[in-house]
């Protein structure tokens, strides 16, 4: 009798509990987690690819543990799932830091000055913080300190640029422009020359305290879909110091549930509650589907909106979700522009198991970049790159002098999944047998990209003949 006390008593306490993570009612909960939602599937995205390269070891995309430099000394294939609408122009190599206990000193080389290369800084809402590389730093390379939100010291006087993050976690990408398979190896060199070091090793000081260990929550299939989100999200919190501009967020948050640090028990939620937040979660779902469909795949947004710093993207979470929905990581607009191509030019979702396409490029009207272009080919389904017998994935302006030409100059692509004619085929970008999209990159693009004097080429059926 007494242990029956004890366990309702226990079991009461738990509820008491849970209802005072959850103050809401279940209307207002729906709202907010709307909200959480569009806020924090980036927060939990980022995390999917930290866990999946940084700490689970047995991981087919493990690159390196926290703190260490790892290089993909190839570039992207079908094979590479760690995230998705990879590119395949630029091997990369990866950094995920933890900037608790002190900073780190990233060191690059001098690269020849036609090759492009950027280290992208990246915080844990996937805000692109800073720039290092072609455009930012030049090409001569140097010693740049990356700092977390705490750290009080001073710079030492040969460091080039101090860079803080506004999270102590946090992921340094690096891409190196690799012309085509005879540049690996130059490439490879490159990579090895990365360096990656803390703080107190670079001066040769005492190193400080190591900071707490952390335990990692495993992933599970269904965490950016569910309101388990919302446990992820809590635990990568903790590692992101509140910002000012996010209190009133932040408080309304805490009506459901979701606080820094704190524990997400959904299992002591009610029926009602739970409803409340897939609800939520539907109707942010729902809200990104039109967005998509009236804004983005129209063209009337670019990639340029959904990628940058905490300032550009000034409170748009819908804009930060879609960049994480579309392709995360990608670059802010002075880095790159990317193209998306999800509609054809009647505006139907495009599938090359119903059409053939083309993409036309008027002569002298080729896309207009500082460094590079590519159309990348991906599967509409998994989001990921399109096996295919030529093992092509992509077509950039590196393949020009191999491309065939219009009559009049211009440019056409083929984005089908049957192989055209013989002498079509070395501008054929093999499609999946079903529903696909393209991505078209401009590294360093020209200002007549941002102005609108450079017109987008729409993507075309090709009719069959009756």
């Known amino acids: 009798m007494y242990k029956r006390l004890m366990l309702t008593a226990l079991s009461l306490t738990l509820s008491i509990s849970a209802w005072a993570d959850f103050t809401a009612t279940p209307e207002e909960a729906r709202g907010i987690a709307k909200e959480a939602y569009l806020y924090g599937f980036p927060v939990v995205e980022m995390y999917k690819t930290l866990y999946t390269q940084a700490v689970d070891k047995k991981s087919s995309n493990f690159k390196a543990p926290l703190n260490k430099i790892g290089n993909t000394a190839k570039a992207f294939t079908a094979q590479d799932t760690a995230f998705v609408t990879p590119n395949a122009d630029t091997p990369y190599s990866f950094i995920w830091m933890d900037l ?107 190193a400080p305290p190591p900071a707490p260990k952390i335990a990692w929550p495993k992933p599970t299939p269904t965490m950016s879909d569910t309101p388990d989100l919302f446990r992820y999200l809590n635990f990568m919190l903790a590692f992101a110091p509140a910002q000012v501009a996010e209190k009133d967020l932040l408080a309304r948050f805490k009506k459901i549930g979701i606080e820094a640090g704190k524990p997400f028990n959904l299992h002591n939620y009610t029926a009602e509650q739970r409803q409340a937040l897939e609800d939520g979660i539907s109707d942010a779902k729902a809200e990104f589907a039109r967005f998509k469909k009236d804004k983005v795949d129209t063209h009337q947004v670019s990639s340029g909106d959904f990628f940058g710093s905490r300032d550009h993207l000034n409170g748009n979470y819908l804009y930060r979700y879609a960049g994480a929905n579309i392709g995360i990581f990608g670059n802010s607009a002075e880095e790159a522009d990317y193209i998306g191509y999800f509609v054809d030019n009647d505006g139907q979702l495009v599938d090359a198991a119903k059409h053939d396409y083309t993409l036309h490029f ?105």
């Not at 090895?192 to 005492?206: F, G, M, N, W």
């Open 100 to 206: 608790r206990a002190e900073p780190l000193v990233l060191t690059l080389p001098k690269i020849d000055e036609n090759r492009y290369y950027s280290v992208q800084l990246i915080d844990a809402y996937t805000q692109n913080f800073a720039y290092l590389g072609t455009r930012s730093t030049g090409d001569n390379g140097g010693h740049f300190m990356i700092a977390g939100p705490n750290w009080q010291g001073q710079q030492p006087v040969n460091i080039d640029r101090l860079l803080r993050s506004e999270t102590n976690i946090a992921y340094a990408l690096y891409r190196t422009q690799l012309f085509d398979d005879k540049d690996l190896a130059k490439v490879k060199r490159i990579q090895k020359r990365y360096k990656v070091e803390t703080l107190s090793h670079y001066v040769k000081h005492k």
């Open 362 to 466: 008027d002569k002298g009207a080729l896309p207009p970049a500082e460094a590079f272009w590519s159309l990348t080919m991906y599967d509409g389904k998994n989001k990921l790159l399109v096996a295919n017998p030529l093992n092509r994935y992509l077509i950039n302006s590196r393949m020009l002098p191999d491309l065939k030409r219009d009559a009049d100059g211009g440019l056409t692509l083929y984005l089908q999944n049957r192989a055209p004619a013989n002498d079509l085929q070395s501008n054929w970008l093999p499609a999946p047998n079903g529903p696909f999209y393209g991505v078209l990159r401009l590294y360093l693009p020209k200002p007549e990209v941002s102005s609108g004097q450079w017109q987008i080429p729409p993507l075309t059926p090709v009719k069959q003949e009756q």
